[in-house]
């Protein structure tokens, strides 16, 4: 999906790219809701942003085709530059298709080096607003959805440096492009594996591309209090790993985690060798 920011007076941008998670989470680069913070403004907490008198809205666009713009109700800061996003539906082009959730299955550690790895974003967004004789607004999006394919590099497992990417995160040697962060990077058994963090543009036309990808593991430690159903106490704050424990989520590498990031919670442990 597009990550869209509205402003006043019919101003629309795109941001940044985000995928569903689960249910009516999503997921983007943290950096891209701090870019729309910086623009427009929204209370934010140390581990939280509340959008509720602004807009963030993410456009979604399915066969057929059909329409269906998201509202960001909040967002929660993970210890990355991930962001998970607490969605309703605001709007729809066809309310007589129903919403079919699917999730992606998490890899919440890198794939090893060496191994290929596919990312996918949106470029090039460009959003027009016309106004009819009566009043209408027409929203014209175009841009181009861009899939990036290359080998996994070097890996880092706390951050790469004190100053830009300080975080768990990976080499990926392959080109994102601007406006493909937060876009889901997936391995080669098509496990969600990372997020589009950042891309490295060379003077150098021939030199290799070199991009990076956030890790997912940080994302887990996050507390949140996005509702889970009938079966769970509702308005209580908790770990996003509950998500996955609970089976609301599927991840594969739970095994390889540090149980001192999860206090209170039993992680299955590595099989003896």
Known sequence: MRVVAELPNWEFHVIGTATFLTGNLAITAKHVLEYAIRT???KRTADRIEVGGHSIRLYQV?????????????????????????????????????????????????PPSGQKVLAFGF????????????????????DIGTTSIGKVGE??????????????????????????????????NGA?????????????????????????WPMLTTNISADRGDAYPRGVIYPAIDLVLNKIIHATGLEYLDPAFF??????????E
């Not at 969600?192 to 997912?216: E, H, K, M, R």
């Not at 206090?263 to 003896?272: D, S």
């Open 123 to 142: 470029r090039e967004s460009k959003i027009q607003v016309t106004e009819s004789a009566d009043g209408t607004h027409h929203i014209e999006l175009n």
């Open 62 to 110: 399915l066969p057929g085709p059909v329409y269906r713009i998201w509202n960001v109700i909040q967002a929660w800061i993970c210890p990355s530059d991930i962001a998970i996003l607490h969605l309703n539906l605001d709007s729809v082009s066809d309310s007589q298709i129903p919403v079919v959730w699917r999730g992606p299955l998490l890899r919440v550690m890198p």
């Open 263 to 272: 206090p209170g919670r039993t992680l299955p442990r590595p099989a003896e």
């Open 192 to 216: 969600l594996c990372g997020l589009v963090c950042s891309g490295i543009n060379f003077a150098d036309p021939g030199a290799l591309p070199l991009s990076y990808a956030a890790s997912l």
């Open 40 to 42: 427009f403004g929204a």
């Open 155 to 188: 890996i880092f497992p706390v951050r790469r440096d004190a100053s830009s990417l300080t975080f768990p995160c990976f080499e990926v040697h392959a080109r994102f492009a601007h406006g493909m962060s937060g876009g889901l990077v997936i391995d080669e």
